[in-house]
């Protein structure tokens, strides 16, 4: 009883949030990696392959803080650069102990590179081992997700409060195992043993040529993030090290439409009734590029002799919009940034003026829709009238001309690779995949994609009928070049929990609902 009673009390004790007898890895806080952070020095000496000792001179251009995608490495060969690991007999230590065991992820180039379709990520995953490590495998994950998270008042009478609507959607998910020993469907894992000091494993990932959603963190609760982790399995199942999760900032390609004159019109009024001036605006173009020049020509015309325009000014909005069904219909959530501003001179009238800036870079991302999230840019214009003889009054006037952003002018179209070949994510199963970093593109894929396997099983599978003897091109099983190609697989979690005390709870502001509206589709 005394030795029941004493195991009894060791579980309770490892379940309380306190313990230091916890057997779940905590990595660290998330790291974007397009904000520079300071990064710990790294020993000078590392743990390498006899006779490649050049490796660490060689990766200079490597940083933590940010990915860079190219697919040749600046002339140098990369056998003589990428450090593999292949059996812990083949190390050589000759590096100082860390003080804390760690993992990082170091991308090849700088902080400026952005992950785009059809390109190649290289870098390597850092593994400093202040003691003696039991490690089964190294391994690196890549993952795309959306996140909706929504704030709604619910319940009735004394239950009625605040609570908290998640959907966590991933949109693929990958790994590769960078050392150590393979994972088996019908056989446990040995582990082997790393001595303390500095380990180095190059990696290489090829996107696909797909375009996914770009990454955003806009409006409060929904975001679109591509992360990278790491992580040394330990022995026997244990969860061993992780490092923090490095989020990437992702763009698609995305080319403009031709160029196409158009003139958009509108009345302003006042108080909805009473018609104010009428507005022209020819634009050039109906989509823009970052760092493109934008030019229109606006004219407006009073409807009143009484009044006078006294000022006019625009800004381009960005416009973030999130929603989620929920039991009463759809949360609706929205934030408008300003990217740039000015105003217009008033040099005639009927006013008539041409208006021109410089599309930004900064804060300007594709035009795009998904489920949850929507992205999309306005050109609004606020006009302040004067109307009245004896007495004046000002009257504040606004309208918007809607303008949609690529992030490639139309006539790259034949000057990008495979470019006309790019498949929406919402119709493709081509996931980003891991390969040898010694090579410059990975191998073709073997297999068949999942929609070709059924008939294909079914007719090599199945003998005809009715017939004598049984037909020779019955198969018990596929050939292996006709198996299943790996295929990402989309999934969905749904949280809920009380707003009160809830992670992010306090920082979320209540979304809007529209009773009844339970569409999807934007």
Not at 23 to 43: D, G, K, V
Not at 222 to 244: E, H, N, V
Not at 393 to 407: E, G, K, M, T, Y
Request: with cysteine; net charge negative.
């Amino acid at each position: 009883m005394a030795s029941l009673l004493s195991s009894a009390a060791h579980v309770a004790t490892r379940n309380r949030a306190s313990s230091s007898a916890s057997t779940l890895a905590a990595p660290p806080a998330p790291q974007h990696t397009n904000h520079p952070t300071p990064s710990p020095p790294i020993p000078a000496a590392t743990h390498n392959r006899a006779g490649s000792g050049s490796y660490s001179s060689q990766f200079t251009q490597f940083s933590t803080s940010a990915p860079v995608l190219n697919s040749i490495l600046n002339g140098h060969d990369r056998s003589s650069r990428h450090l593999s690991l292949d059996t812990a007999d083949s190390l050589e230590i000759s590096a100082p102990v860390p003080a804390v065991t760690s993992l990082t992820i170091e991308f090849e180039g700088g902080t400026h590179v952005i992950v785009r379709p059809n390109r190649v990520v290289r870098g390597k995953v850092i593994l400093d081992a202040s003691e003696r490590m039991h490690v089964t495998r190294v391994r690196i994950k890549f993952r795309a997700e959306e996140s909706a998270m929504v704030k709604v008042e619910e319940g009735g009478g004394d239950g009625r409060g605040d609570w908290v609507h998640q959907a966590i959607t991933t949109f693929f998910e990958t790994d590769w195992k960078l050392w150590g020993n393979d994972s088996s469907n019908y056989s446990q894992s040995a582990w082997d043993e790393l001595e303390a000091g500095h380990y180095e494993f190059p990696f290489a990932l090829k996107f696909p040529n797909v375009n996914y959603p770009p990454s955003m963190e806009e409006p409060s609760g929904f975001g679109i993030r591509y992360i990278w982790t790491a992580q040394a399995d330990g022995p026997a199942l244990q969860s061993g090290t992780k490092s923090r999760e490095y989020i990437t900032p992702y763009r698609p390609i995305v080319i403009s439409t031709p160029d196409k004159e158009w003139v958009y019109k509108t009345t302003l009024m006042r108080d909805k009734k009473h018609a104010v001036a009428e507005v022209q605006a020819k634009l050039y173009k109906q989509s823009y590029c970052p760092d493109e020049p934008f030019e229109m020509q606006l004219n407006l015309t009073s409807l009143h002799a009484d009044a006078k325009i006294l000022s006019i000014d625009y800004k381009f909005r960005k416009h973030h919009e999130g929603k989620m069904l929920v039991q009463q219909g759809t949360a609706f959530r929205e934030h408008i940034r300003t990217v740039i501003h000015g105003n217009v001179p008033i040099l005639s009238t009927p006013f008539s003026e041409t208006i021109r800036f410089d599309v930004p870079t900064r804060l300007v991302s594709p035009s795009f829709t998904t489920r949850h999230t929507r992205v999309h840019y306005g050109l609004q214009f606020i006009i302040t009238v004067e109307q009245g003889h004896l007495f004046k009054n000002n009257h504040v006037l606004d309208f918007s001309i809607p303008l949609i952003i690529a992030n490639l002018p139309n006539d790259h179209l034949l000057r990008i690779p495979e470019l006309t070949n790019i498949q929406n994510y919402r119709e493709s199963k081509d996931c980003p995949i891991f390969f040898n970093p010694d090579l410059e593109e990975p191998p073709e894929p073997q297999g068949l994609p999942s929609e070709l396997i059924g008939p294909l099983t079914a007719a090599l599978a199945s003998p005809p009928q009715n017939e004598e003897p049984p037909s020779y091109f019955s198969l018990p099983s596929l050939p292996p070049q006709l198996e299943l190609r790996k295929e990402r697989k989309e999934r969905t979690v749904y949280l809920t929990r009380p707003a009160k005390g809830a992670f992010h709870g306090g920082d979320l502001v209540e979304a809007v609902i529209i009773p009844g509206l339970f569409d999807e589709d934007w």
